[in-house]
């Protein structure tokens, strides 16, 4: 039971891409000796492969194989699991995400880290106008001018049933740094800070939003936004990158 339990704390460290086995073992908090006997055992099923002598370890061509045959969301959800569990560890905050349908976007998981003594109403399954939510927002940054300004002209009302500011969601679309982050500090949410940022599916295209929230009392902790910030950026480009090498 103990050698199952590694061997899928293995996979989770995989699946957010290759690494060496140091670096395995330190993410899996587990003993160099024991990373390596269990990549090898895991190798010889092809639940892993070495990309070369050496190098790095991904995730196997059999273990892919098996995630295929499940449904598409199931099979996005397995992949980005990883990366919002992990958020939502290093932060104590609130971490999921949503992908886009036309002009809402549906929340389709959503993790906690066990200790939050504030529960956050879980969304999951409801879709939501991309203006309404933070990782929605994060979306509407990565439209081009004149896609955003034909999602404004078709919205009227925010969430809570009161009029669109037009001009103030154009600034607050407009307020994404470089870095394709949108922070939302009880503006979209009464009680709620998020932080969130949009990725790229298969196709290249910007396809969801990776999203971390807490209570406005305590997320993010004082003089810790910039790290989770950074966080949120980096976990949404990894994920990315491996939606679309996949």
Known sequence: MQSIERAFSILRVLARGSLGVTEIADRADLPKSTVSRLLAALEAEGAVE??????????????AMLGA?????AGLRSVIRPFIEELSMLT??????????????YWVDDVDDGDELVK?????????????IPSGV???????????????SSQRFMADGQPLDV?????????????GVVYSNEEL?????????????????????????GP??????????RRVRKLVSEAAMQLSERLVSS
Request: proline share 4%; net charge negative.
């Open 216 to 225: 406005s009392f305590r997320f993010p902790e004082d003089g810790d936004e």
């Open 92 to 105: 104590g905050g609130s971490a999921g995400f949503t992908i886009r349908e036309g002009d809402s976007a």
């Open 50 to 63: 070495q990309l070369e002598v050496g190098g790095g370890y991904s995730i196997g061509s059999a273990l």
């Open 69 to 73: 045959s499940s449904n598409p969301s």
């Open 167 to 179: 001009d103030a969601l154009r600034r607050r679309v407009g307020r994404a740094g470089s870095d």
């Open 138 to 152: 994060a979306m509407l940054a990565k439209f081009s001018t004149d896609d955003l300004e034909r999602y404004l």
């Open 120 to 132: 956050l109403a879980d969304q999951t399954g409801q879709s939501f106008p991309l203006h309404t």
């Open 189 to 213: 949410d009464p009680g709620v800070n998020a932080i969130a940022a949009a990725f790229r599916g298969v196709s290249g295209e910007w396809v969801g939003a990776l999203y971390l929230q």
